[in-house]
Every structure is written in C-alpha cells, then in structure tokens.
C-alpha cells in the first residue's frame, strides 16, 4: 500500500483526486494521512468526498474515512465498468475538478461512458468549464481518445446548480511533444456575469482592454446570464494558437474592485502571450497525468508551481514514471516524462 503524507508538497485536494485516479487505473490501494494538510480548514470538503465516491461507483472500490472533515482515507481500488453515471457535487463544489479524478481512468477503460456532472462550474481555485473544454481536452484529444463536452447550465460559487455532460470515448494515449503554439488565431476576453449589476462587468471588460492594447476592440465582450444562474461574475481571456488555446479566468470576490480581478487575470495572460510556451501553469498541472500514462512526452511551459511539482511526486509513486523539469534561462521550461 502506498502512504502518502497529505500536508506535503502543495498539501490540497489535488493530491487526493491524482491518487485517486492513479489508484484506479494502476490497481494500487493508497492511505493519505493529514488530509490537505496545508489548507486552513483541513480535511475532506463535500467536493472531495463527492469525487471520492464517484470514483467509488465506476470503479467499485472501497474508501475508508470517507466522511466531510475526515484528515486520513484509505483507498482500495476495484475494477473500472464504463457506462453512463450521474454525479451531484452539491452547492458550488467544482465539477471540473470532480472530472479530473474520473476522467483517466474511464478514457483508458474498454468502452465508451457518459458523465453528468452538477455543482459548480465557475469558481474559484477550480478550472472554470472553459478552460477544461478549450484548452484541456483537445489536447487529451490529439492522443487518441474522445471526449467530448457540453455545458448545459453555469453554476457560480456559492450558489452552484450548475451541470455539465461529458461523453467519453476511450482509446490508448499516445505519447506526445508539445513545444510550438502555432500562429495565432483568435483572441476573446468576456465578463459573463448573473443576477448582478451590468456596470460591474463593463468596468471588468474596459479594464482588460487597457491591459490588453494589442487586442482588438471588438474582442471584447459583455455576457450576461440568466438571474437564476446567478450571482456570480467571471472575466474569460481566452487566446487561441493553432496547436493550444490558453484560457485564463479572474473570478468576482466580495471586496475585490473588478478593475483589480480584470487587471490581474490580464497580467496573466500578457505574461503568457509575452513567452513562448506552449503550456500556461494551469495546464502544465492538467498535462502531467495523462503524459505520465502515456509513456513520456514533453512540452514547454511557463515557470512550474508547486502543483505540478506535488503532482510529479504523486504520479511518480504510482507508476514509476519521472517528470523531469528542466528550468532554462531566458526559454521556456521543459517537461519530460520519462
């Protein structure tokens, strides 16, 4: 059995989804003690357990601890069945972050499955449902498998009720290296807000265009949603290259001016537009798993966070296989699996 120490490395709820994942689909039973031992409400979030136990449903396993606050699981794995499941994560608790746990292991399984997800799908310390379909799963894509999917209705923190459908049509990943963008193609920055007020958005949308002087006027935009979707507010920049499409996210926070969300989120984005990598940060982290399954592959990337590197350790206990960074000065930074 494999023991992890959950306060290490980044010490969050990502170490206990990759475990979870790799578990599956290595056949490895694993307990975690000090369960997202650095956060400062320690311990299992309903989100957690609700990706714990969906894994638990494809896979038939068995989870010790599996309770909101529990800081110690024990995790004995089963054997993945394809199908079609339906999984409520409850209030705004991320559905990204609950596909990122089953995804893998349903993409290297024997037949074709469906997911429907509901909770949140815009919210923060999560990949907002734009990232995972525009810049994450059309590189999942290009190594073999299908998946495609479809957003049927937006859920903001706290309120949630969002849902998202995910059809999965698995086959072996294949190995890939990712240096180049390609030429550019599009650009987009959106305020997409509901059941608040119009002038917060425009303010969000006015402050990236001054941030983003290279950008055309008319890409930017104002969306708004639905009141009963709402309250929630989101700024998407989005940048699409021929080969990967970056999409960075500023979401809206009581006592937080949209001019300081806007100015950040596009700070972000001309610090990745003023590189050459192929990965922004939040991809790099999305990447690892299904490269380390792969067998190797590389790409380029902007400077590692400490997600990646708890996620290199993980996946390196679990199949043997190293991600190598490789800090280059005044580049990009190279990722290897091996």
């Given amino acids: 059995m494999i023991i992890i120490d959950g306060s290490e490395g980044e010490g969050g709820g990502q ?23 650095k956060r400062e409400k320690p311990g299992l979030m309903r ?15 068995e989870c010790e601890g599996l309770t909101v606050g529990s800081s110690e699981v024990t995790f004995r794995p089963g054997r993945v069945t394809p ?7 409850g209030t705004a608790g991320s559905t990204g972050l609950l596909l990122q746990t089953a995804l893998m292991p349903l993409v290297l399984a024997d037949k074709p499955s469906r997911l429907i997800l509901e909770g949140g799908t815009h919210n923060m310390l999560a990949p907002p449902f734009d990232f995972i379909a525009k810049a994450f799963l059309p590189i999942v894509n290009r190594m073999g498998p299908t998946v495609e999917a479809r957003l049927v209705r937006h859920g903001f923190y706290p309120r949630g009720g969002g849902r998202i459908e995910v059809d999965i049509t698995p086959a072996p990943l294949q190995p890939l290296e990712c240096f180049d963008r390609g030429a550019p193609l ?10 608040l007020p119009f002038p917060i958005a425009e303010r969000m949308a006015k402050t990236a265009r001054k941030k983003l002087p290279d950008w055309p006027q008319d890409a930017f935009a104002v969306r708004e949603l639905p009141v009963d979707q709402g309250p929630g507010i989101v700024l998407l ?3 699409a290259f021929e080969h990967v499409t970056e999409v960075v996210s500023g979401f809206g926070k009581l006592g937080v001016s949209a001019e300081r969300i806007a100015n950040t989120a596009a700070g972000r984005m001309a610090g990745y537009l003023a590189s050459d990598a192929f990965a922004g940060p939040y991809l790099a982290d999305q ?52």
């Fill in 15 to 37: 170490v206990v989804r990759n475990a979870c994942a790799l578990s599956l689909i290595t056949g490895e039973p694993f307990r975690i003690t000090k369960v997202r031992g």
């Fill in 47 to 61: 989100q957690h357990v609700t990706a714990i136990e969906a894994v638990c449903a494809i896979d038939g396993a």
């Fill in 83 to 89: 199908g079609e499941y339906h999984f409520a994560v």
């Fill in 186 to 195: 599009d650009c987009s920055a959106t305020a997409l807000f509901g059941a």
């Fill in 237 to 239: 920049l989005e940048a």
């Fill in 287 to 338: 990447l690892l798993l299904p490269f380390a399954l792969a067998g190797g592959g590389s790409f380029t990337t902007v400077k590692p966070s400490q997600h990646s590197l708890t996620a290199a350790d993980i996946i390196e206990r679990f199949t043997g296989r190293r991600c190598v960074f490789e800090v280059r000065e005044g580049e990009s930074n190279m990722v290897t699996v091996r």
